[in-house]
């Protein structure tokens, strides 16, 4: 049974969960980078994030160094890659041009957790739900990657919104009751069709087909319950990678 969503939010007060960080090239909300900063023991940013980074740490940037910053280097700018040069970060040029920039950042640091041995519980991404719509697609693409590159789940996070892929064949277990969630929730079959049965959600499927053109889980919400007891989990089965994405609000 996977549980990683709320895995990453029960802890999100406590110092114990240990996450890599991807900086992609998008606005960085600052709440959640702070909280996700400190958590980190690996971190990176994919080309022109690593300009995010630079804005949001005026001030203190020293204090807030990318162990790696990687991509074809179009969009970095060139005072913030003399910055981080000149601090030592170790600045990859991955000039593949078949593969996004956040797809190569993935690659080198599930390298970096296997040489480095590592212990990360999440791979956390601030950007990639926003911006360019050929990015946000890319973004989805590039977590299909992501499970053939790692057993880690890998999260993305942007302004309020969270996605993650469902594996297939695995009981989903998702905690909705930690406090940062907010009120939509959704099941997209992105790749395939999927065969799916959920508990939990306001608008459940029983052993149904989501696919495009028929049936897609948008704009979906969470059981109604009491708030004594606080919130069911939601249970999810899929026969296929299925896009869970859920609105997030900072505690
Ligand atoms: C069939 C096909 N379509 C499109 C491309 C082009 N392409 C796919 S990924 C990629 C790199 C994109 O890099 P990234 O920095 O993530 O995005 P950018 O801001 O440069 O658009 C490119 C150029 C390709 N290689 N193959
Ligand atoms: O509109 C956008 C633009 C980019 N991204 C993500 O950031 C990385 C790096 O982007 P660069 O433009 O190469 O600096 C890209 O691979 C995307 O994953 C985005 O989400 N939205």
Known sequence: MDQYVTKLFECWNCSKQRIGLVILNQPIDEQFFHVLWSKAKIRAC???????????????????????????????????????????????ETSDQDLTDFTKCLAVMVEEIKAQKLQIDTIVTLGGLGGR?????ATVETLFHAQKMTDLPVVVIQDRSLAVLLKEGRQHHLNVNTGLEGKWCSLVPVGSPCLTTTSGLKWNLDNQVLTFGQLVSTSNTYEDHDPKEGRKPVRITTDRPLLWSMGIKPQ
């Not at 690593?50 to 910053?69: C, K, Q, V």
């Not at 719509?133 to 697609?137: A, C, R, V």
Request: charged share 25%; with cysteine; aromatic share 14%.
């Open 133 to 137: 719509f050929d990015q946000i697609m």
């Open 46 to 92: 994919a080309d022109g994030g690593a300009n995010h980074l630079y804005r949001l740490t005026e001030g203190h940037r020293e204090s807030f160094l990318p162990d790696y910053i990687n991509g074809d280097f179009d969009s970095i700018l060139p005072e913030v890659k003399t910055f981080y040069t000149e601090k030592n970060c170790k600045m990859m």
